[in-house]
C-alpha cells in the first residue's frame, strides 16, 4: 500500500505543469495580470511577445516588483524565486489600438535548457532524464515545504481564533450567571417588599 502510494505521488510530480503559454487579446491600453503558485529557489523564465504594438510587463512575487518593463515589443525575463507564494505576471497594452500578446512562461525543469547542458557537461540521455527528474523532485520538496509552512501559519490563526471564541464563551457564561445572579436578588427584594414573600 506504501509503495502504491509514493508511486502515485512520483507519477503527481512528473504530471505538474511546470509551464504556461497563452495568447491574449488586449484592447487599447488594457492590462491583465496572472499568478502562479511557486516555491522558494525556483527558476522562472518568462517571455512576452507581440507584433502589433508596445508592452509593459511587471512580474512580483507575493511582497514586491521583481522585474518590470516597457514600450519593447519583445520582453524576456529569467530569475530564480526569493521567496515562495504567488507571483503576478502582468502584461499592459501601450498601443491606442488591440494586439496579440503570446505569454511563454516556464519554470522548474521546464526552465531550464537540458541539451545545452547535456553538451557542455558531456552527459548521456538517461542522465539528462535524471537530472530533470531531481530538478522536478526538487521543486516539489520546496513546494511542499512551502505548504507546510502555510500550514503552520493557518494551524496558529486557528488556534488563536479558538482561544478567543473560548474566552468569549466563558465571558457570555459568568455574564449570564452574574445577570441571573442579580435577577434573583431583584425578584426576592421585590417579592419581599411586597409581602409575597
Known amino acids: 500500500m506504501l509503495w502504491q502510494l509514493v508511486w502515485v505521488c512520483v507519477l503527481l510530480v512528473l504530471l505538474v505543469c511546470e509551464a504556461i503559454e497563452i495568447h491574449v ?10 499568478g ?39 520582453i524576456k525575463t529569467a530569475f530564480t524565486t526569493n521567496q515562495a507564494g504567488t507571483h503576478m505576471f502582468c502584461v499592459q497594452n501601450l498601443s491606442r489600438k488591440g494586439i496579440n500578446v503570446k505569454l511563454n512562461i516556464a519554470w522548474g525543469a521546464q526552465a531550464r535548457d537540458y541539451s545545452s547542458i547535456a553538451k557542455k557537461e558531456h552527459l548521456e540521455p538517461m542522465t539528462v532524464s535524471l537530472k530533470k527528474i531531481e530538478e522536478e523532485l526538487r521543486l516539489y520538496h520546496n513546494i511542499i515545504l512551502y505548504m507546510r509552512e502555510r500550514e503552520q501559519g493557518l494551524r496558529k490563526t486557528n488556534d488563536n481564533t479558538a482561544f478567543r471564541v473560548i474566552g468569549f464563551t466563558l465571558f457570555n457564561v459568568a455574564l449570564m450567571v452574574a445577570v441571573s445572579a442579580l435577577q434573583i436578588y431583584y425578584f426576592r427584594t421585590f417579592f419581599r417588599s411586597k409581602k409575597i414573600i
Open 25 to 34: 487579446d488586449l484592447n487599447a491600453s488594457q492590462k491583465k495580470c496572472y
Open 36 to 74: 502562479e503558485e511557486l516555491g522558494k529557489g525556483t527558476l522562472l523564465i518568462a517571455e512576452f511577445v507581440t507584433t502589433d504594438g508596445l508592452l509593459s510587463v511587471n512580474v512580483a512575487d507575493p511582497s514586491a516588483t521583481i522585474f518590470s518593463e516597457k514600450d519593447k515589443m519583445e
